[in-house]
Nanobody
Framework: QVQLVESGGGLVQAGGSLRLSCAAS????????MGWFRQAPGKEREFVAA????????YYADLVKGRFTITSDNAKNTVYLQMNSLKAEDTALYYC????????????????????WGQGTQVTVSS
């Protein structure tokens, strides 16, 4: 089974940077795509970014394009989310998710497109 553990969250001032990490087990055989989502209190879980494990193709939500970068280190079975120029609106609990290879390729934008989730790491941006 795939297990995901996020880390790297914390408190940062607006305009600052953070790098989130997601350590995954079961890669590369059981995972096709990794994604980052975020959820603020009272809001639905939102897509942030995704990356295909083998090909490195990336996808970004419009609100984070140009500010966030998703990368992967296959040797370490780890996915990163580099967040720059952070805004107060970025404050949320950030989740790492993975899509099973058995499901094949598909859209990366919805929570239902993923099968396994981490516990989340809190990102708080002060203004």
């Amino acid at each position: 089974q795939v297990q995901l553990v996020e880390s790297g969250g914390g408190l940062v001032q607006a305009g600052g940077s953070l790098r989130l990490s997601c350590a995954a087990s079961g890669l590369p055989f059981s995972t096709y795509r990794m994604g980052w989502f975020r959820q603020a209190p009272g809001k639905e879980r939102e897509f942030v970014a995704a990356i295909s494990w083998s090909g490195g193709y990336t996808y970004y939500a419009d609100l984070v394009k140009g500010r966030f970068t998703i990368t992967s280190d296959n040797a370490k079975n780890t996915v990163y989310l580099q967040m720059n120029s952070l805004k107060a609106e970025d404050t949320a609990l950030y989740y790492c998710a993975s899509r099973r290879r058995e499901r094949g390729s598909g859209l990366p934008y919805g929570p239902s497109d993923y099968d396994y989730w981490g516990q989340g790491t809190q990102v708080t941006v002060s203004s």
